[in-house]
C-alpha cells in the first residue's frame, strides 16, 4: 500500500510524470493485490485509462471474476465505451457474487440505450437474486419514476423507507413524496415532504412541498413554504408564479398581483408570469396594465395564442377593432390554429364595416362553433344587418333548437319567414 499511496500522493500534487512511472512498475512487475487496490484508486480520481491497463492486466490471470469484471466494465462507463462495457458484464457468471451488482450497471445500460425492458428485466433479475437488498428496491424506483409508473415507483420507496431514510445520499421520503405528487395523490405526498425538510433543507424540496400543496388545496401551506423559499433564495423564478396563484386562490388580488411583479423583476422572459401579471390586473381593474402585460407575453412568445385570445376580449370590450385585426394577423403569421381567432375577426371586420370579410369569416368560423349558442346569436344579427334573410333564417332556426322557449328567437324567426 506504501506504493499505491505515494503514486496517489504525487497525482495530488500534479508530478504526473513521476507518478506514472511508479504506476508502469506496478502494471508491469506489481503485485497482483497492489494493481487491484490502484486500480480501484485510480478510477475513483478518474484516471480511467490506466485504472482499465490495470483491471485488464488481472484479468488476464482471473479471467471469470465478478468483482475485476465490474470495475473494468464501470471503468469503460466512464469512458463512454458503454458497449464493451455490456459485453464485459455479460460474462459474469450467475453464481459469482458480484453478479447482481453487475445486473444493476446492465439496467443503467440498457436504460441509457432506450432499451427499457430489458433494463427492468435486468432489475427484476437482481431483486429475485437478492430480494432483501434495499439498493435494488431503490434502482427499481428510480427507474418506475422515470418512466412515469409512479405506482409502482411508490412500492419500491415505501420497502427502502422500511430500512433507510436516505440511500446514496439520497432523501427516500423526498424520492416518494416526489412518486406520489407525481402519480396524483398530493395530500398523500405533504407528510414525506415534511419528513424530508426535517432532516434537511434543501430548495427543491420546498419548492415541491409548497408546488404539492397548492394542487392539494392547502393554499395556506403552499403560501407558507414558497414564502419561506423566497426568503431564502429570491432569484428562485419558479416559486413567484405559484405563490401568486395561490394567494389568488385566498383572494388575496393585490398581494398575488405584486407578487407576480416580483417574479418579473427576477425573470422578464417568463410569459407565463406576464400571462398571470395580465389576468390578475384584470381582475383588480387594471385594464391598461393587463393590456401591456398581454402584449409582452406575446413579444416573448409570437404564438402564445392563450394571451392573444385574452388580450383580444379587452380589445373588444373596448371596441378597438382594429387592434383586434391585429393581432389575428399576427397569430395569422404564425400559422396558430385557433377557432376563437375567426370569430374574433369576424366581429371586428364587421364593425369596421368590411362587410364581405366578415361574412367570410364568420362562414369559417362556423365550422366549429355551430353548436355555440353565443356564436350563433351573433352570427344571425349580423346577417340580419346584410339583408341575408334566408340565411339568417337557417340560424335562428338552428337557435330555436338549442333553446326552445327563448321567445326572442321565436319572434325574429316569425319576422323572417313572413314574407319568405
Not at 435486468?122 to 409508473?149: C, N, T, V
Not at 387594471?286 to 402585460?293: D, I, L, R
Not at 379587452?314 to 385585426?325: A, C, F, H, N, S
Request: net charge negative; glycine share 4%.
Amino acid at each position: 500500500m506504501e506504493k499505491i499511496n505515494k503514486i496517489i500522493s504525487l497525482l495530488e500534487n500534479n508530478q504526473h510524470e513521476e507518478a506514472m512511472k511508479h504506476y508502469q512498475q506496478i502494471l508491469q512487475k506489481g503485485h497482483n493485490d497492489d494493481r487491484f487496490h490502484l486500480g480501484e484508486k485510480l478510477l475513483q480520481l478518474g484516471f480511467l485509462e490506466e485504472a482499465k491497463l490495470l483491471f485488464e492486466r488481472l484479468l488476464k490471470t482471473y479471467p471469470e471474476e465478478g468483482e475485476l469484471l465490474v470495475l473494468l466494465a464501470e471503468t469503460l462507463m466512464e469512458l463512454g465505451d458503454e458497449e464493451q462495457a455490456i459485453l464485459e458484464l455479460e460474462k459474469i457468471h450467475e453464481n459469482d457474487p458480484s453478479y447482481p451488482q453487475g445486473l444493476l450497471l446492465l439496467a443503467d445500460l440498457y436504460q441509457m440505450e432506450g432499451l427499457y425492458e430489458v433494463c427492468e428485466r435486468k432489475l427484476l433479475m437482481a431483486k429475485e437474486k437478492l430480494p432483501d437488498e434495499i439498493i435494488i428496491d431503490f434502482a427499481l424506483g428510480e427507474f418506475y419514476s422515470e418512466q412515469g409508473r409512479f405506482l409502482e415507483a411508490i412500492d419500491a420507496y415505501k420497502k427502502v423507507l422500511e430500512e433507510k431514510d436516505e440511500l446514496a445520499s439520497v432523501s427516500i421520503n423526498e424520492r416518494l413524496a416526489e412518486a406520489l405528487s407525481a402519480g396524483g395523490a398530493f395530500e398523500e405526498a405533504l407528510p414525506f415532504y415534511e419528513k424530508s425538510l426535517s432532516q434537511k433543507l434543501e430548495i427543491n424540496t420546498l419548492f415541491n412541498y409548497g408546488l404539492t400543496a397548492l394542487q392539494a388545496g392547502q393554499t395556506r401551506t403552499a403560501i407558507e413554504k414558497l414564502t419561506e423559499l423566497k426568503e431564502l433564495d429570491p432569484e428562485y423564478h419558479s416559486l413567484y408564479l405559484y405563490l401568486a396563484k395561490a394567494y389568488e386562490k385566498e383572494e388575496e388580488l393585490t398581494v398575488a398581483y405584486q407578487t407576480v411583479l416580483e417574479g418579473i423583476k427576477q425573470d422578464d422572459f417568463n410569459k407565463d408570469l406576464f400571462f398571470c401579471a395580465g389576468k390578475l390586473a384584470l381582475k383588480t381593474g387594471k385594464e391598461t396594465e393587463a393590456e401591456q402585460h398581454f402584449r409582452e407575453a406575446i413579444v416573448l412568445d409570437p404564438e402564445f395564442s392563450e394571451a392573444a385570445l385574452t388580450l383580444n376580449k379587452i380589445l373588444l370590450k373596448q371596441e378597438r377593432y382594429e387592434d383586434v385585426l391585429e393581432i389575428v394577423q399576427l397569430m395569422e403569421a404564425e400559422d396558430v390554429e385557433e377557432p376563437q381567432f375567426l370569430w374574433d375577426a369576424a366581429i371586428a371586420f364587421w364593425h369596421t364595416e368590411e362587410f364581405s370579410l366578415a361574412l367570410n369569416k364568420y362562414q369559417l368560423a362556423y365550422t366549429y362553433f355551430k353548436n355555440d349558442v353565443e356564436f350563433l346569436s351573433d352570427y344571425g344579427y349580423f346577417l340580419i344587418e346584410e339583408g341575408k334573410r334566408e340565411d339568417a333564417a337557417e340560424i335562428f332556426s338552428k337557435l330555436l333548437n338549442l333553446d326552445p322557449l327563448n321567445e326572442e328567437y321565436q319572434d325574429i324567426l316569425q319576422r323572417l319567414t313572413e314574407n319568405m
